[in-house]
């Protein structure tokens, strides 16, 4: 198992301080719908380094960090014992996010392959989390995409192998749970942050979720 020292003995150790159905979400919704959503889900006169209507430890705001040399760049590493999210950058520095991570036992710490990415994706959640919450229920058909939705606007796939693995990297509608511990076994973020990742994520990169420690507090 990757634990959180393999990739960090503090966080400073390699970080610096700052410098669903397929078919169904390739077809649907449209284009200016995805647009008006993406309007909606991002704050007026957006800055990703200083916005914060979602009152969020400042923080977990994203901010560019120097990486470790010998990171790869593209490869995500999420630090699941201080909430942050690292996109490495190809000039030796990385974007920093804050993230909530899984509850309890269903956070999976490993290595995986990013498969694919959805822009405002549908979802429908596995038996496992209706017989845990048995509210799911009612999306067991399937949640239509949009502001409310559990992965909210964006959603970047894990895969071992070519085995789909059901954990994502998205957007959440409840942005004041970052920091925390909340989901049913994804990496959530402020949809707004994950909006600007999105993009700069490539298929076929690797994605390192490393332990959570539970001696080790979140807080600062």
């Known amino acids: 198992m990757l634990t959180r020292r393999h990739f960090i003995q503090t966080t400073t150790a390699l970080f610096s301080a700052s410098v669903s159905s397929p078919l169904l979400a390739d077809t ?3 284009e200016a719908q995805k647009a008006e959503w993406d309007a909606q ?3 007026p006169g957006f800055d990703p380094a200083t916005s914060n209507p979602w009152g969020l430890h400042p923080r977990f705001l994203p901010q560019r960090v120097v990486a470790k040399p010998g990171l790869v760049p593209g490869d995500i590493h999420v630090d699941a014992v201080a909430r942050y999210l690292y996109h490495i950058e190809e000039s030796g520095t990385a974007m920093r996010y804050g993230v909530a991570i899984a509850r309890g036992n269903l956070y999976e710490p490993g290595v995986y392959t990013i498969k694919r990415k959805v822009r405002w ?3 429908t959640p596995t038996q496992n989390m209706i017989e845990r919450d048995p509210e799911n229920a009612r999306w067991a ?3 239509e995409p949009g502001p409310e939705n559990a992965l909210g606007s964006r959603a970047i796939y894990l895969y071992v192998g070519d085995r789909d693995t059901y954990l994502r ?3 959440t509608p409840y942005p004041r749970s970052i920091g925390g511990r909340a989901s049913s076994g994804c990496v959530r973020m402020v ?3 994950i909006n600007e990742l999105y993009p700069n994520v490539e298929i076929e990169s690797t ?3 490393y332990s959570a420690e539970d001696s080790v507090t979140a807080r600062s």
């Open 141 to 143: 058909d399937g949640m």
């Open 28 to 30: 649907w919704p449209a």
């Open 207 to 209: 994605a390192h979720l």
């Open 169 to 171: 990297i998205h957007g």
């Open 121 to 123: 994706p549908h979802w």
């Open 191 to 193: 949809m707004a942050h």
């Open 41 to 43: 889900v991002t704050p």
